[in-house]
């Protein structure tokens, strides 16, 4: 089999992740990676064995021999990378936001529309958890019965002290929204992704809690304790608190709340679904197992087993039961789905987020913004 060329753009946080997944992934090569940071991209190409290292996001676009292109750069610039990226030819996965506003994100739709030889993926992670997707297979099923009641919460605490400081903050680099967009918006994807519901009407109350904050003069990297003494204070815009109730298409109803100020939580992300007939829960900290909840029955607690887990969901695990996937292995599992479909030729079920889904998600976080500014309902 041939492998799969890729390049990454933007050497952060989480474009070192998407090194890591794609090592691990046999029909891949990583090509080349590109950030106007040089030095930092030298080192992590020194680092991993990468050949090839480009400044600017036109060098690496301009090599042919890369087939697909991971766009891990910050938000404010995902709509004209995103967009660069489809008409030069390559594939895409984007980080998510897939953009700051939802007319943006049409717009690449739409470019993606005139290249249907192409496919796109944007990474949201967190949905090929194995017991996630046990969950989306059980309900699939029918085993909870009617999906009536959703609840649950996205919990950091990386932004609890005014020293704290994340570009996220900036609606001039992150869009109108922190952590509604940053962490909400996993919650919304997971949640409507193992239903089959779709968000329809929401009220959200968006809550700026520290409005003012020391920013480092220096660059810092994302989730690091290090307090900068060449700082300005700055005012914020962006909220580190949101609660959001909500509705869906097909009846249901629910509630999340999400943080970056809830001290001793780095990911404490996790949902319950409430059906007709039993209950599902799953929590990213203890993500290897799933709960059921039944009335006038024992409750059960699953823990992940390749074994005994559902047919469709074992290629997106390994280990033997007992010996934990984490996030990272999630993270490889939704890179994987995305290249085992361009693998086989863009047949089977796209897994992954779609343009189309993200898409979705830029909507309902605006529609969350909207709300909380009108302090009423919003329906989409």
């Given at each position: 089999m041939n492998k799969i060329n890729v390049g990454i753009i933007g050497m952060g946080y989480i474009g070192e992740s998407h090194i890591e997944a794609l090592r691990r992934i046999g029909i891949c090569n990583i090509a080349a990676i590109a950030d106007t940071n040089y030095d930092l991209a030298k080192n992590k190409a020194e680092l991993y064995g990468i050949e090839k290292v480009y400044k600017t996001v036109d060098e690496i676009l301009a090599d042919e021999s890369i087939d697909v292109i991971h766009?891990?750069?910050?938000?404010?610039?995902?709509?004209?990378?995103?967009?660069?990226?489809?008409?030069?030819?390559?594939?895409?996965?984007?980080?998510?936001?897939?953009?700051?506003?939802?007319?943006?994100?049409?717009?690449?739709?739409?470019?993606?529309?005139?290249?249907?030889?192409?496919?796109?993926?944007?990474?949201?992670?967190?949905?090929?958890?194995?017991?996630?997707?046990?969950?989306?297979?059980r309900i699939a099923r029918g085993e909870l019965g009617d999906v009536r009641i959703i609840t649950g919460q996205y919990q950091?605490?990386?932004?609890?002290?005014?020293?704290?400081?994340?570009?996220?903050?900036?609606?001039?680099?992150?869009?109108?929204?922190?952590a509604v967009a940053d962490i909400g918006s996993h919650w919304m994807d997971i949640?409507?992704?193992?239903?089959?519901?779709?968000?329809?009407?929401?009220?959200?109350?968006?809550?700026?809690?520290?409005?003012?904050r020391k920013k480092p003069k220096n660059q810092q990297e994302t989730f690091k304790d290090a307090v900068s003494a060449d700082y300005e204070e700055v005012n914020v815009k962006n909220e580190e608190y949101a609660a959001v109730m909500f509705k869906t298409d097909k009846?249901?109803?629910?509630?999340?709340?999400?943080?970056?100020?809830?001290?001793?939580?780095?990911?404490?992300?996790?949902?319950?679904?409430?059906?007709?007939?039993?209950?599902?829960?799953?929590?990213?900290?203890?993500?290897?197992?799933?709960?059921?909840g039944r009335r006038g029955g024992n409750n059960s607690l699953i823990i992940r087993d390749p074994n005994t887990i559902s047919p469709e969901v074992k290629p997106y695990t390994?280990?033997?039961?007992?010996?934990?996937?984490?996030?990272?292995?999630a993270f490889k599992g939704n890179i994987y789905a995305f290249y085992k479909y361009l693998a086989d030729g863009k047949t089977g079920e796209r897994i992954f987020s779609t343009l189309e889904d993200a898409a979705y998600i830029v909507k309902l976080t605006e529609a969350i913004v909207e709300s909380s500014k009108k302090k009423c309902w919003v329906n989409l």
């Open positions: 766009n891990c750069t910050p938000n404010f610039l995902h709509r004209e990378i995103n967009e660069k990226i489809l008409r030069a030819g390559k594939h895409l996965l984007s980080e998510k936001p897939l953009t700051t506003t939802y007319a943006e994100a049409q717009e690449l739709i739409n470019i993606k529309n005139e290249h249907p030889e192409l496919e796109a993926c944007v990474n949201f992670n967190y949905r090929l958890n194995p017991m996630v997707q046990e969950i989306k297979a950091q605490d990386w932004l609890m002290y005014d020293t704290d400081y994340s570009w996220r903050l900036e609606p001039e680099v992150s869009g109108p929204s922190c949640v409507q992704h193992i239903t089959g519901h779709k968000i329809v009407s929401v009220c959200g109350d968006l809550v700026t809690v520290i409005p003012t009846g249901a109803t629910g509630v999340f709340h999400v943080s970056e100020l809830a001290p001793g939580h780095g990911c404490y992300f996790g949902f319950e679904v409430n059906g007709s007939k039993e209950s599902y829960s799953w929590n990213q900290e203890q993500n290897d197992r799933m709960w059921i390994s280990l033997a039961m007992g010996h934990p996937e984490g996030w990272n292995d």
